[in-house]
DNA sequence: CGGAACTTTGATAACGTTCAACATTCGTGG
DNA sequence: CCACGAATGTTGAACGTTATCAAAGTTCCG
C-alpha cells in the first residue's frame, strides 16, 4: 500500500531519503464510512493526511443545527494546526467514504516544520488560501439569498452537487426542503435540466 | 518612533540582531483614518503588520452588501498571505482610526521564513486560529437568528459595543435597524441596561 | 455651528423555516 | 438478488423573523 506521504503537495519539495523520515513517523489509519474521526472537544494533537477517501468538517451550533465547512479529500490535510500550544478540535470530522490517512503527532510535525523551512512555506500558503475560501463561503451564506446561493454552486460546479441535499444544505445553511423547492424552480423556469439526481445541464441565459 | 517589529509576537523568540535585520527590510507606513489600505483586487505582494491603530477587513458581495470579517489592531498581521503563487487581495481593507504599520515585501519575508523557521510555526498557528475563528463566526451568522447573534456579542464582549451599530451590522450579517430593535427589546426585557450608547450593563438570568 | 453620517421607530412585505405527509432511494441482511 | 427498513427527498400550507423603505431624531466632526 503506498504512502500518502507522497500524495501530498505538503511534502513536495523533498527527496526520497526525506520522505522516508516523514514516513517513519507517520501511522497509516483506515476509517469506514460514516465513522467519525474527531468530535469538537476531543484533544488535538494530531494531523491527518488523507492518502484516499472523503473527510466532512462541520461544527453544530447550540440548538444542534449543523454548518458543513469543508469537503477534503486526496492530498488534503485536516486543518487545525495548533501545533505550539496543545488545544481541542472544535469541528467534528467525519468519513463520508472509507478513508485512509496518515497520522503524524503534532510534536513529530513541529520538528519537521522547524528542519524542512520549505514544508513551512506551503502550509502558510495553504492555510491562507483555506482561510480566503472560508471567508468568502461566509459571505455567501450570510449574505445572499437561499436562491443565489444555489446558483452560485451549481455556476461553480458545473451542475454537479457533490453530495446529498441534506448535506448541501448544511454547506449552504438552508435546509433540503428549501434547495428541493428552488432547484424545481430552476428546472420550470428553464435555467436548468434535471439529468440524474445530483447531476443538472446548466441552460444558459441571465 | 518605535518601530512595529518589537510589537509582534511573529517575532517573539528573535534576538535584537535578528530584529534588527527584518527592521531593515520593513517599510514604515501611516495612513489617516478611513483610509483604504487596499482594495479587493490590488496586487497582493505585501505583509502588513500594525504597529498602532485598527484595521478592518471586510469582503463585499455582488449586490454590493458588506460582510465584516475581521477587526486587526496592534500585532496584528494582514492575514492574506499568498507568499507562493503571487495572486490579489481579495477582502478590503479600511483603517477605522489613524494606523501606523509596518510592511514588508513577500518576497523578503519567505526569506526570512525559511531562515527563522520557529517564525513560520508562529504563523502556522495564527492562521490556524484565524480560520478557526473564521469558521465559528461563519456558524454564528449563517445558524443562529440575529438576536441570538446579538446576544452571543454582548456576552463576549461584556455588553461593549467595539464600533458603530452599521459596522456591528456588517459584522452580525444583519442591519442597523435590526440591532436597534433588538438591544431596545433587550432592554425592555431587563437582559440589559443601556449606559452609553456602546456599553451596556449585563443583568443576570437566561 | 451646520451638514453628513449614524440611529431609532413604524409599517409592510417576503423569504425561508417548520411541520406534516407522502415518495423515493439506499444499503444491508436474508 | 430481492426485500425490507431506514434515510433521504419532495410537496404543501402556515407562520414567523427579518429586511426594506420612509421619516424623524441624534450624534459626530470639521
Redesign the pocket.
Known amino acids: 500500500m503506498k504512502s500518502c506521504v507522497h500524495l501530498v503537495p505538503l511534502f513536495n519539495h523533498l527527496n526520497d531519503q526525506q520522505m522516508d523520515e516523514i514516513l517513519e513517523m507517520s501511522i497509516h489509519k483506515r476509517i469506514k ?1 460514516n465513522e467519525v474521526l474527531f468530535n469538537p472537544g476531543d484533544r488535538a494533537d494530531t494531523l491527518y493526511i488523507i492518502a484516499s477517501g472523503e473527510i466532512h468538517l462541520s461544527t453544530i451550533n447550540e440548538n444542534g ?1 449543523e454548518l458543513l465547512l469543508e469537503i477534503l479529500s486526496v492530498g488534503d490535510f485536516i486543518g487545525e494546526l495548533n501545533i505550539l500550544s496543545m488545544s481541542t478540535y472544535d469541528v467534528l470530522a467525519v468519513a463520508k467514504t472509507e478513508t485512509e490517512l496518515c497520522s503524524i503527532k503534532f510534536e513529530d510535525f513541529q520538528q519537521l516544520l522547524m528542519k524542512y523551512p520549505q514544508v513551512s512555506l506551503y502550509l502558510v500558503q495553504e492555510l491562507s488560501q483555506r482561510l480566503n475560501r472560508s471567508q468568502q463561503q461566509s459571505l455567501i451564506n450570510s449574505t ?5 446561493r444555489v446558483k452560485n454552486y451549481l455556476n461553480q460546479h458545473n451542475g454537479q452537487l457533490l453530495m ?4 448541501l ?1 448544511a454547506y449552504l ?9 428552488i ?2 424552480q430552476f428546472e420550470e423556469e428553464g435555467y436548468i435540466e434535471k439529468i440524474s ?1 445530483r447531476q443538472m445541464r446548466l441552460l444558459e441565459e441571465d
Do not use: G
Not at 173 to 181: A, F, K
Open positions: 464510512k443545527k445572499l439569498s437561499v436562491q443565489e446529498s441535499k441534506k448535506d444544505a445553511s438552508t435546509t433540503p426542503e428549501s434547495i428541493s423547492r432547484l424545481t439526481s
